[in-house]
Structures are given as structure tokens and as C-alpha cells.
């Protein structure tokens, strides 16, 4: 079994729609990253989260310690977010060993 | 512009040939990265760094070399590169996490395709 897992694998949803994807892990993590893919291959980082909830214009991302869990929430959503949304955790107090779950694949339609 | 320059960003070569993918950042992280992209397994890390002559295996280091003598570089050595080495591969940076505080932003470089015959 994966470390990390994310849900759903493939989202399709019509612009405007209020978007979740889900990150659940299994291993001790001193930070969990969200990272999106460009359709051309680039890879930006969103948010890095140790504990409560950050938000950055349309993007929301939260994380429950005890549970183990994460969820990157996109409000209003638009065609330009389409993307490969991957989530990933920090293994180790500040030794930046990451490991990464599958990405989850985002479109979205006008 | 702050930012992470890989080369080559395509290279196609055969088993066996010794190829260096080199990795170059201008922000002055103590932290640089290797991961690979498969379909289907989506990013491992290869090996880490936590500043000069400081590494670390990930978790699929075999067949790969690393080397860290100034802070802007961390080349990734090949030198006998099998076909199931094919894959895009990618360099990031970022602070130490001492430094960065609560957000320790990654950066990428822009991506390696490489195809080993």
C-alpha cells in the first residue's frame, strides 16, 4: 500500500464548480506540500501545510494531523486550473525526504 | 528571476554510455532534490541534498550518482544507464526547513526527458 494515496485519480468538472481533491497518508510527516503539474510538464508549488489551513486566492488547502488527512479545495473554478494536482509529505524533521502520491487529474470544462 | 535550470531538457542515448543531467539553482537553498516520473508511479525521489558535500539516498537511488561540491549545483550521474532508466526527470530546490519557517516553497526545474535504448 502506498504511503500516500489521493482521491479521486481523475476529476472532470464544469467551470464554476466548487473542487475537492483528498490526501490521506500513513506515515509520521513534518509537512505535507501540494503541488500542481502543468498540462506542458512544469511543476509549481501551492502550499505547505504542518497544521491548520491556508488559502491562497481560489485555493484552499487544509490538513488534520490526527487523521492523517489533507484536502486541496478549489472555489470558482476555471479551465486554467486543469492540471495534474499532486500531493506529497515530508518524512523526517527537516530532512526533505518526500514521497509522493499518484496526482489526481483535474479538468475542468467550460 | 529566481529559478532552476536543468540540462539537457531531451536526451536520448544507449545502454551503457555514461551521461551527467546537470541541475543549477540562483537562490542559495540549502536543499536540492532528483526525482523521476513513471506513469503509473507517478514522483520518487532519487537522492537529496542538505547542503554542500551533504547526501542522502531517496528511495530509488540504484544507478544513479550525485555530487554536491558547490551549493548552486547537483548534477545526476548515470554511468551506465539501462532502459529502464527511461523516464523524465526532475531537479528541485528549496531553504532549509530552519530557515524557511512555516513555508518552505519547492522550486523545479523545468524537466529531462531522457530515453535509453
Known amino acids: 500500500k502506498n504511503e500516500v494515496e489521493q482521491s479521486p485519480q481523475n476529476l472532470t468538472a464544469q467551470e464554476g464548480e466548487f473542487i475537492t481533491i483528498n490526501c490521506s497518508y500513513s506515515?509520521?510527516?513534518?509537512?505535507l506540500h501540494w503541488l500542481q503539474q502543468h498540462p506542458g510538464g512544469g511543476i509549481v508549488s501551492l502550499f505547505m501545510?504542518?497544521?491548520g489551513k491556508k488559502k491562497h486566492g481560489r485555493l484552499i488547502a487544509t490538513i488534520n494531523i490526527q487523521e492523517k488527512h489533507s484536502s486541496l479545495h478549489i472555489t470558482a473554478s476555471h479551465p486554467r486550473d486543469s492540471a495534474v494536482y499532486i500531493c506529497?509529505?515530508?518524512?523526517?524533521?527537516?530532512?526533505?525526504?518526500?514521497?509522493f502520491g499518484q496526482g489526481t487529474r483535474l479538468t475542468i470544462n467550460p | 528571476e529566481a529559478q532552476v535550470t536543468q540540462n539537457p531538457r531531451y536526451l536520448i542515448t544507449v545502454t551503457g554510455k555514461k551521461l551527467t543531467v546537470t541541475c543549477s539553482q540562483n537562490?542559495?537553498?540549502?536543499?536540492m532534490s532528483w526525482y523521476r516520473q513513471d506513469p503509473g508511479l507517478g514522483l520518487r525521489q532519487i537522492y537529496y541534498?542538505?547542503?554542500?558535500?551533504?547526501?542522502d539516498k531517496g528511495d530509488v537511488p540504484e544507478g544513479y550518482k550525485v555530487s554536491r561540491k558547490e551549493k548552486r549545483n547537483f548534477p545526476l550521474i548515470l554511468e551506465s544507464p539501462s532502459p529502464n532508466q527511461t523516464s523524465l526527470y526532475f531537479c528541485?530546490?528549496?531553504?532549509?526547513?530552519?530557515?524557511?519557517?512555516?513555508?518552505?516553497?519547492?522550486?523545479f526545474g523545468p524537466g529531462t526527458r531522457l530515453t535509453v535504448l
Open positions: 541534498s542538505m547542503n554542500v558535500e551533504v547526501t
Open positions: 528541485a530546490s528549496s531553504l532549509s526547513s530552519l530557515l524557511a519557517g512555516d513555508y518552505n516553497e519547492q522550486f
Open positions: 506529497a509529505v515530508e518524512k523526517g524533521q527537516g530532512a526533505q525526504k518526500l514521497v
Open positions: 501545510l504542518s497544521s
Open positions: 506515515v509520521g510527516i513534518s509537512a
Open positions: 537562490m542559495n537553498h540549502e536543499y
